[in-house]
């Protein structure tokens, strides 16, 4: 489904990634682990084009998407959570949703959040669709609340929502259990894992190996903006290099 292939990204003469693939089988999730730095938040952003490559390839159903804009990406199907931010915090939950749908189409938060009370009236759909999406995952009685009122798992879970509204096939999530409850961590899992059911392919970087453990069908992982090794996650956490790369040991 997607591929990367000797992808590199340098900054300032620092190699950040050197020559990494990753291969994403269709209907998955893929997890990304490694110690702090060592380039998995980097090669997020350079899948979901935020950042251009200086070597290598990405390609998206066999399609080469390396230069292609953001939202160029999610209009392939390509999407990545972003965390709520100040001005999206001060929108209601479902206002946050409608946005997300705007901003697919390339346009800035503040046009996008300009033109919000003309698409509450006209778009019918997307407020039937966002509301559906918010059912689903348990936010429905919340979408009258301000975003920056949300527990941080309950945030997670809007930036899932926020992307559900682009219509993914790939979804790309950085931590998403990062400052979350236990019990809201296993809600977040439980909402990726149905979606994966309906065929939602997934890559997610993730320090919280219970999560990895749970969900992950397979795990890569990397080490100073290298592939290190993968396989499953039994596979990979009883590699001694894996282990020895966590304690900064030998790498
Ligand atoms: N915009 C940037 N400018 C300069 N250096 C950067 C930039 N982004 C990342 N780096 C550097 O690239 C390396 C990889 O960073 P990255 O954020 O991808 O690591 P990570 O694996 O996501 O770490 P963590 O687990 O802490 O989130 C680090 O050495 C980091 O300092
Ligand atoms: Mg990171």
Same mark, same amino acid.
């Given at each position: 489904m997607l591929r990367v292939t000797g992808v590199s990204k340098s900054f300032g003469g620092i190699a950040a990634l050197d020559s990494v693939r990753l291969d994403v089988p269709r209907g998955h999730i893929t997890g990304i682990i490694g110690p702090n730095g060592s380039g998995k938040t980097t090669l997020l952003n350079v899948i979901g084009g935020l950042l251009r490559p200086n070597a290598g390839a990405i390609a998206l159903e066999d399609a080469d998407i390396t230069g292609l804009p953001v939202h160029d990406r999610a209009r392939r199907g390509l999407t990545r959570t972003f965390q709520i931010s100040r001005e999206l915090g001060a929108l209601t939950v479902l206002e946050n949703l409608l946005v997300a749908r705007l901003q697919q189409t390339g346009e800035s938060i503040w046009k996008a959040f300009a033109r919000l009370g003309? %698409?509450?009236?006209?778009?019918?759909?997307? &407020? !039937?669709?966002?509301?559906?999406? =918010?059912?689903?995952? @348990?936010?429905?009685?919340?979408?009258?609340?301000?975003?920056?009122?949300?527990?941080?798992?309950?945030?997670?879970?809007?930036?899932?929502?926020?992307?559900?509204?682009?219509?993914?096939?790939?979804?790309?999530?950085?931590?998403?259990?990062?400052? %979350?409850?236990?019990?809201?961590?296993?809600? &977040? !899992?439980?909402?990726?894992?149905? =979606?994966?059911?309906? @065929?939602?392919?997934?890559?997610i970087v993730e320090h919280d190996m219970e999560m990895v453990a749970g969900l992950c069908d397979q795990v890569y992982v990397f080490a100073a903006g290298t592939n290190l090794t993968s396989g499953s996650f039994q596979e990979v956490v009883s590699d001694r290099r894996v282990v020895e790369a966590y304690l900064g040991g030998v790498l």
């Open positions: 003309t %698409v509450q009236r006209e778009e019918k759909e997307a &407020i !039937a669709r966002a509301g559906a999406i =918010l059912e689903r995952v @348990g936010l429905w009685k919340l979408a009258d609340d301000p975003a920056r009122a949300l527990s941080g798992g309950q945030k997670k879970l809007l930036e899932l929502c926020r992307a559900l509204m682009l219509d993914p096939k790939i979804i790309l999530l950085d931590e998403p259990a990062a400052g %979350v409850s236990p019990p809201m961590r296993a809600e &977040i !899992a439980e909402v990726i894992r149905s =979606l994966r059911s309906e @065929g939602v392919t997934f890559v």
